[in-house]
């Protein structure tokens, strides 16, 4: 059961690089498009920019902290105590949920980056 979850654990580890990477990029466009905004959307985007570089460097936090847990799953002094063990799947199931949660704040970034740039093209 311990391996199935550290083998989830990595799997999370590259999500949370994939998802850190499309932080990156979003923060990275709106810094393109805050340039070439019309004015009265300048600060928004700048606003955008600011929170992808912050959930990007979540991610970047997340992703330290599975590994930190990954290597307490594989200490011989946290295994061999099924109430740790537990806890230590839990806070992992935790990960995962927050993963999902950041991709879910991703697409509604993005969403929103494109309704910018179709509102300043209906001006």
Same mark, same amino acid.
């Given at each position: 059961l311990m391996n199935q979850h550290m083998e989830r654990t990595?799997? *999370? @580890? $590259? =999500?949370?690089n994939r998802?850190?990477?499309r932080a990156n990029k979003l923060s990275k466009d709106f810094g393109r498009r805050t340039e070439q905004s019309r004015?009265?959307?300048?600060?928004?985007?700048r606003f955008m920019q600011q929170m992808s570089k912050?959930?990007?460097?979540?991610?970047?936090?997340?992703?330290?902290?599975?590994?930190?847990?990954?290597? *307490? @799953? $594989? =200490?011989?002094?946290?295994?061999?105590?099924a109430q740790m063990e537990q806890e230590m799947l839990?806070?992992?199931?935790?990960?995962?949920s927050m993963g999902e949660s950041v991709e879910n704040t991703l697409t509604i970034m993005e969403r929103i980056n494109?309704?910018?740039?179709q509102m300043e093209s209906a001006q």
């Open positions: 990595e799997q *999370m @580890m $590259q =999500s949370m998802l850190r990477e004015v009265q959307y300048r600060e928004e985007r912050s959930v990007g460097a979540m991610t970047g936090e997340m992703k330290m902290s599975m590994e930190r847990l990954q290597k *307490m @799953m $594989q =200490s011989r002094n946290m295994t061999g105590d839990q806070l992992n199931e935790h990960f995962r494109n309704r910018i740039g």
